[in-house]
């Protein structure tokens, strides 16, 4: 029975430290991003203000595997980015510039990813995927 308990704790604490990195991954990107609260909390789903501020002390939290997707697409689309352009400023820059170009539709990228949709995210992600040739 002690083993089924400990193995339970393990796994427990394997998913808060999951969360933790991923969310330190997240706050890094964003602030490169030079992302507000308000936008950080819509990239997440909306969270709420004090959720959020937790998020940021980046203790180990377990994360819901919506917040976990979320994160991934964020990680994903920074990566290519990171691919496209030759330095990161440009890279950072690019996700603040509006553009023609279809799921935006003379929108930026963050202004498009932030109107809270999953589906927006996952759509930024596959544009910038398919830019750099994935």
């Known amino acids: 029975m002690t083993a089924v308990i400990e193995r339970k704790n393990t796994e427990s604490d394997r998913e808060a430290e999951k969360g933790r990195v991923a969310l330190k991954g997240f706050f890094r990107i964003t602030e490169e991003w030079g992302c507000s609260a308000e936008e950080r909390s819509k990239l ?6 004090t959720t959020l501020y937790n998020y940021s002390k980046l203790n180990p939290t377990k994360l819901s595997n919506d917040t976990m997707e979320r994160i991934s697409y964020i990680l994903g689309i920074y ?9 990161h400023e440009r890279a950072n820059r690019r996700i603040r510039l509006k553009t023609s170009e279809i799921p935006f539709c003379g929108k930026s990228a963050m202004e498009f990813m932030t109107q809270g949709s999953m589906m927006n995210l996952m759509m930024t992600r596959q544009y910038f995927d398919a830019k750099r040739g994935w």
């Open 44 to 49: 997440l789903g909306g969270p709420s203000r």
């Open 79 to 87: 990566k290519a980015l990171q691919v496209l352009y030759p330095t």
